[in-house]
């Protein structure tokens, strides 16, 4: 079967940005822009296109998500499909903006993702939870007839790891938004044992303009290893915080700044990397390039810490949330999380202790891999970035002495750290 | 003659770091600083098929398992 491609549509949505409007749009003037919904008529029509695009996941993973949609598709039964939004990388907006600016992109795709693979069932898992717009554009939606699946949605509880794909499974079942152990994975058995698609809000949005324009269309973008835009959060050195839409590979200095101002570039949020200046300053944002520098484009959280600030004090306050963040469930990461956060915490300090350093990396060494999750080699990817980068530093702390001259914290993180159990439910 | 490629996985979610495993395998098992397994990854050698089968039996937490690669 061949694709109608809405030739002008398809030319107006090729420049960037393709995803984000300049304002909020309703049903009406979103069809306008994109053209109606393009279901296949079919399970699994769908799943050639999107193979051919090379999409990859955008919620930090990067896994290639024709497979995921093969697997749920090719399954018998009741199946389910979720569009994440969770967001729960502190620093990271480009979901949030992306359901408030163009609502409707995220719900065709949840759609057509539900056509792909015959879900029956669908859900929408968000930080903010059933908010108006979102509810007045399923009840648009609903009045034109567009949505062949309803929707269900539902609020992320404010925890770290609430968006990991199986503690949102567990967390739309009645329980707590907690990991499990796979396999086997939600593609195999999810939500209440039926096979589960979770797809990050961005991705189901590139589905929706790939269903549409072709997947010609979206290779136009990006590398060919790695094709399309993505949404990117941007911190610059004075503090602000963009959402940009950009081209995969584009070079990191036209999004972060490498001047004088600049300390270290973080690349992939809190689970990401540092990469040191002016060293990285010609690379360019895909994970081919960025693997060598064992970094990763993650979710897109980009910033540019000001050389006004320790790289050692922003690292050891972020790795003391990202422990206080550890399910517990695992022994290393309940064990090891807190001690590294205390190691850094010393070594951000003035005379750190000879052995801590080397504690650090041992116990580094001792989570990693070893958590039901990926939180214990996402943490440890961070540490041992800022180990690296940061060594200048850290001879200057051994001396007593530190290159700051400015104490606030730089890196945002959520107000008032969860204590409770219950913030997990 | 029957070939073993199966390697040990730990459920870490399962299991409370008794450490009954170590003490009966410690040629592919020892234990962290903390009291939890350390597993070698590779496939289990067939001279130690029968030890590893009763360390996966012997786990309190059944958080122990043979797993096909």
Known sequence: ?425 | MPETLDSLKVNPIDCTGHGVCAELLPELIWLDEWGYPVVDPRPVPPQLDREARRAVAACPALALKLMRR
Not at chain 1, 101 to 125: F, I, M, R, S
Not at chain 1, 170 to 197: K, M, S, W
Not at chain 1, 316 to 335: D, F, H, K, M, T
Request: net charge positive; proline share 8%; charged share 20%.
């Open chain 1, 1 to 425: 079967m061949t694709t109608t491609v809405n030739e002008p549509a398809a030319r107006q949505a090729a420049a960037l940005p393709r995803l984000l409007p300049a304002a909020p749009e309703d049903l009406r003037r979103h069809l306008a822009r994109y053209g109606p919904m393009p279901y296949r008529g079919q399970a699994g029509l769908l799943i050639g296109d999107i193979e051919t695009s090379g999409l990859a996941g955008r919620g930090g993973a990067a896994f290639p998500v024709y497979r995921k949609l093969a697997i749920v598709a090719r399954a018998r039964g009741r199946k389910v499909v979720v569009a994440n939004g969770a967001e729960s990388e502190p620093a990271s907006r480009k979901d949030e903006l992306l359901l408030r600016a163009a609502p409707n992109l995220v719900l065709d795709g949840l759609q057509l993702a539900a056509e792909a693979t015959g879900a029956t069932e669908a859900h929408l898992y968000t930080h903010y939870g059933p908010t108006p717009q979102l509810l007045r554009a399923l009840a648009e939606r609903a009045a034109a007839g567009l949505d062949m699946v309803d929707v269900t949605i539902t609020q992320a509880p404010p925890r770290f790891l609430a968006g990991q794909e199986s503690a949102l499974v567990n967390h739309l079942g009645g329980g707590p938004a907690l990991p499990t152990f796979q396999p086997p994975r939600v593609t195999e058995r999810g939500l209440r044992g039926a096979p589960t698609l979770v797809q990050n809000v961005e991705t189901l949005a590139h589905i929706a303009l790939i269903a549409r324009y072709g997947p010609r269309w979206f290779r136009a973008a990006g590398t060919s290893a790695e094709p399309g835009s993505m949404l990117t959060t941007v911190y610059s050195p004075d503090g602000k915080c963009r959402v940009i839409e950009t081209e995969i590979g584009a070079p990191l200095n036209t999004l972060l700044s490498s001047g004088p101002e600049t300390r270290a570039w973080l690349v992939g949020g809190y689970h990401g990397a540092w990469l040191p200046l002016p060293k990285a300053a010609a690379l360019t944002l895909d994970n081919g390039t960025l693997k060598k520098y064992g970094a990763a484009a993650g979710a897109g959280v980009l910033a540019a810490l000001p050389s006004d600030r320790c790289g050692l004090t922003e690292t050891a306050r972020i790795v003391s949330y990202l422990a206080a963040e550890s399910a517990g469930q695992c022994g290393p990461c309940l064990n090891g999380l807190p001690r590294i956060a205390a190691g850094l915490a010393e070594l951000a300090g003035p005379r750190p202790r000879r052995q801590v350093r080397a504690d650090v990396e041992r116990w580094a060494g001792l989570v990693e891999g070893r958590g039901a999750c990926h939180h214990p080699d996402g943490t440890v990817r961070f540490v041992r970035s800022a180990l690296t980068v940061f060594a200048p530093e850290l001879s200057r702390h051994e001396k007593g002495q530190c290159s700051a001259t400015n104490r606030r914290p730089f890196l945002p993180l959520p107000d008032g750290i969860p204590t409770s159990e219950d913030d997990w439910i």
